[in-house]
């Protein structure tokens, strides 16, 4: 029994892309079911075919010998033995794919093709009638959209990556025009199916995007985990790639020979240092063990929760620039607060569900040279006390196995004028400290046990160091 996944939305929205990206993760085929159409529309094209000429171009399909090539990892369209994978990418292609698409014998062409994958695979595939007609039985259906103008302008930007001359303007006439005909064509039209489940990426960049579809699909398989075996198992296997994927650096191997430019270091002191000035103002504001502060980027600060402001009391001190999780909450405020806290090196993080995209994010951020801010408490403290630490900072230093700087923000009652404030560093636990060799769920407790503690040993409140034993 093979797991499907069916993904489909009007054109633009970024199906292809996140499905082959969810697809890599869950080590799953990937099905383009639009490179199949453009490549009939490719095909009719360069043979002199009238797209307007139904008859014609049925006629036309005996003479097609169409494949799904899968090389290295990445899925390649043979069109009679011809590799096509770029050809087909154009937006004369694109509206030929909307017209032969709604050719019934053309979807018949297709359907065992697209059929016979799914059958022998598990798969993600993409499509506008994946859920209704393809895949009416999938194990889970997603439909997925965003404003014309967004998609438009997604296009846009791709198109002229790779040559295309087409303005704006031309773009999006060509998307409402797609979706016009997709929507009101007689066989199999763009619909969504009724239990699949909407997801509007406008304004979602497509690392969120790919985030939320792949937690869609582990939550969505996890409700059916009572049901047959083969999900339960396949369930199992998407958890234990996820953990081994996790150690083995998800892919991304952190290089800590990796620097950000050093115009960006620059303006980011700049902006530094104005917002420190503010702060001073604003606050009695101390920094302890400076010293302890790596002059490089790629390393994992792991702080005491306090308040909101704590992400860029942490940065004040330090002259790489952070990237930090934040609760998804944050994200769906308002679009100004979203596009400050993105600013700010801010990344969405799905609480108490095992978030593993986030930490995927994180050892990304690493990788690019960014240091990374960690709270493993999760929630603010009101009172000061360290709370208990998650599994979660543990797994991300052993997979990134670089040095984590503990840090302990200290004040007392809340963030008010001119409340003194202190900052401490503490010395970093380097990675052979860690000895995050084998890594089980006792080893991650043992692992957030020692951040914790080191955590703990900064935060001092009326000269009294917290326990750490109180808050295990």
């Given at each position: ?11 633009g ?17 990937y ?5 199949l ?5 490719l095909?009719?094209i ?31 369209v ?5 590799d ?6 154009t ?13 019934p ?9 697209q ?40 296009r846009?930007?791709?198109?002229h990556?790779?040559?295309d ?5 031309e ?5 409402k ?17 009724d239990d ?46 996820e ?9 991304v ?11 960006r ?12 000035f ?12 400076k010293e ?36 998804e ?27 593993f ?55 007392e ?14 010395k970093?636990?380097?990675?052979n ?24 040993d ?15």
């Amino acid at each position: 029994m093979s797991i499907n996944i069916a993904l489909d939305g009007p054109s633009g929205a970024g199906k292809s892309t996140i499905a082959k990206a969810v697809a890599k993760k869950l080590e799953y085929v990937y099905v383009d079911t639009g490179a199949l159409y453009r490549s009939i529309a490719l095909y009719e094209i360069e043979h002199g075919v009238d797209l307007n000429n139904t008859d014609d171009i049925i006629a036309s399909l005996k003479n097609i010998d169409l494949k799904l090539a899968y090389i290295d990892g990445s899925q390649r369209v043979l069109l009679c033995k011809e590799d096509v994978s770029d050809k087909i990418r154009t937006s004369e292609i694109s509206m030929g794919a909307s017209k032969v698409s709604a050719i019934p014998a053309v979807r018949e062409f297709l359907f065992d093709l697209q059929q016979n994958i799914a059958r022998e695979n598990n798969i993600i595939m993409d499509g506008r009638d994946i859920g209704t007609v393809v895949l009416p039985n999938a194990d889970v259906k997603i439909f997925l959209t965003a404003s014309a103008e967004e998609r438009a302008n997604r296009r846009f930007k791709e198109l002229h990556e790779n040559g295309d001359t087409s303005s704006y303007e031309e773009v999006l006439a060509d998307i409402k025009q797609r979706d016009y005909n997709d929507m009101h064509r007689e066989i199999a039209p763009l619909k969504k199916a009724d239990d699949a489940i909407e997801i509007d990426t406008t304004k979602l960049d497509l690392d969120e995007s790919v985030e939320v579809i792949y937690n869609t699909v582990i939550e969505e398989l996890k409700k059916k985990s009572e049901g047959p075996s083969e999900v339960k198992k396949e369930i199992s296997n998407i958890q234990n790639k996820e953990n081994n994927g996790l150690l083995r650096g998800l892919d991304v191997r952190i290089d800590k020979n990796n620097r950000l430019s050093h115009c960006r270091v620059f303006f980011y002191n700049i902006l530094r240092y104005i917002v420190l000035f503010v702060f001073h103002i604003f606050y009695d504001l101390k920094f302890v063990g400076k010293e302890n502060i790596p002059k490089d980027g790629s390393n994992i600060f792991a702080s005491n929760h306090r308040s909101y402001a704590d992400p860029v009391l942490i940065a004040l001190g330090v002259r790489i620039p952070f990237s930090f999780m934040a609760k998804e909450e944050l994200f769906k405020k308002n679009i100004f607060f979203t596009m400050l806290i993105k600013a700010l090196g801010a990344f969405p993080v799905t609480r108490g569900k095992g978030d593993f995209s986030a930490i995927d994010m994180s050892l990304k951020r690493l990788n690019k040279g960014r240091n990374l801010v960690i709270f493993p408490e999760g929630t603010r403290s009101k009172d000061g006390r360290v709370g208990r630490g998650k599994t979660g900072v543990a797994l991300v230093a052993a997979a990134a196995n670089v040095p984590i700087i503990p840090v302990g923000i200290v004040f007392e009652g809340k963030l008010k004028f001119r409340k003194k404030i202190v900052v401490k560093f503490g010395k970093a636990i380097s990675p052979n400290q860690l000895n995050s060799s084998e890594i089980n769920p006792k080893e991650l407790k043992k692992l957030k046990q020692t951040i914790m503690e080191k955590i703990v040993d900064l935060v001092e409140i009326d000269n009294l160091y917290i326990n750490s034993s109180d808050n295990e």
